[in-house]
């Protein structure tokens, strides 16, 4: 059974989306040679973060609180790509919006201490 980018061992689920790509395209390679889906994974996870090592960086995009409720931003960003009241309202804005853009979403707690990171939102 081939992965996909809905369908793949819950080991991929940290990785970032480009290393998970990268990891389900070597995965379904080593499947079609044969491997054992037990030994498919660990090789397929290896070979991905080696290529993508000095790679091109996925953005990072930052749920944080703001003088108003709460803000996206990048990273690097100096200005909010979205304000909101509340942080369940902006929170599916959000996801969405670093889907779209392949980066990864850092949810910060009201104190700004970082919640969780979501790789594929």
Same mark, same amino acid.
């Given at each position: 059974?081939?992965?996909?980018?809905?369908?793949?061992?819950?080991?991929?689920?940290?990785?970032? +989306? /480009?290393?998970?790509?990268? &990891?389900? @395209?070597? !995965?379904?390679?080593?499947?079609?040679?044969?491997?054992?889906?037990?030994?498919?994974?660990?090789?397929? +996870? /290896?070979?991905?973060?080696? &290529?993508? @090592?000095? !790679?091109?960086?996925?953005?990072?995009?930052?749920?944080l609180p703001h003088d108003n409720g709460w803000q996206l931003k990048k990273a690097d960003g100096q200005r909010a790509i979205y304000v909101e009241e509340t942080k369940n309202k902006l929170l599916d804005k959000a996801k969405k919006?670093?889907?779209?853009?392949?980066?990864?979403?850092?949810?910060?707690?009201?104190?700004?201490?970082?919640?969780?990171?979501?790789?594929?939102?």
């Amino acid at each position: 059974m081939s992965w996909s980018k809905n369908d793949y061992p819950d080991s991929f689920k940290n990785l970032t +989306i /480009d290393t998970k790509s990268k &990891a389900i @395209e070597i !995965g379904n390679a080593l499947l079609d040679e044969g491997y054992e889906e037990e030994r498919a994974i660990p090789i397929a +996870i /290896d070979r991905a973060r080696s &290529a993508m @090592e000095g !790679g091109q960086k996925e953005e990072e995009y930052h749920l944080l609180p703001h003088d108003n409720g709460w803000q996206l931003k990048k990273a690097d960003g100096q200005r909010a790509i979205y304000v909101e009241e509340t942080k369940n309202k902006l929170l599916d804005k959000a996801k969405k919006y670093a889907n779209d853009h392949d980066g990864s979403l850092v949810i910060h707690k009201e104190d700004g201490s970082v919640e969780t990171t979501l790789y594929d939102s």
